[in-house]
């Protein structure tokens, strides 16, 4: 269960500064461990925000007595926080990641797909016939249900619709500039 807890320092404090080292080194075992999630200085810089992953109350406590600047007597004042979220990072609503939405090319058939390759990368309606051994109507009937299934009206914007980059022409692909 996530936590977020905010301290304030003791103000002026120079035992603050020498155990500093320590508690920095004490918040990395804790983001190593998986415990921390995150935090940052709070509010004029004199205290702290942590989000904090236990499982109850009893480790919450546990885990903040273990920190140097608290043994130290260094903190004046901790309010605690349960942290109940609904959107976000799984470690912190505790559900499991979703599945990305299908992309745009999720929508083509395979021969669709092979066809939108071909024409992204620069062959003419003619040329992807010829490869594909199909008529040159076929390779247009094609498109224009790419078109259709893609909310698109123009070949220039295919690319762009599939997420892929568009072609150099004139440039090879491979090639590459050297100062």
């Known amino acids: 269960m996530p936590y977020v807890v905010e301290r304030a320092f ?4 120079s035992r603050l ?3 500093w080292s320590d508690y920095l080194a004490h918040l990395r075992t804790l983001a190593a461990r998986g415990i921390l999630l995150g935090g ?6 004199n205290g702290d925000i942590l989000v904090l992953a236990v499982s109850d109350d009893v480790s919450l406590h546990r885990v903040l007595r273990g920190d140097p600047l ?7 004042r901790t309010r605690i926080h349960t942290w109940t979220v609904e959107y976000g990072h799984n470690a912190l609503t505790g559900r499991e990641p979703e599945a990305p939405a299908a992309g745009p090319a999720a929508a083509l058939t395979p021969h ?5 390759r071909l024409v992204v990368s620069g062959m003419t309606n003619q040329k992807i016939a010829e490869q594909l051994n199909v008529s040159c109507r076929a390779v247009e009937q094609h498109l224009t249900r790419m078109y259709r299934k893609l909310s698109i009206h123009r070949r220039a914007q295919l690319a762009t619709a599939l997420g892929t980059p568009a072609p ?3 440039i090879p692909q491979k090639a590459r500039l050297t100062a």
């Not at 003791?10 to 404090?13: G, S």
């Open 10 to 13: 003791h103000p002026a404090e």
């Open 70 to 76: 608290a043994r130290q007597g260094l903190v004046a």
């Open 112 to 116: 669709e797909s092979r066809i939108a």
């Open 17 to 19: 500064h020498q155990a």
């Open 40 to 45: 940052g200085p709070a509010g004029t810089g």
């Open 168 to 170: 150099r022409y004139g």
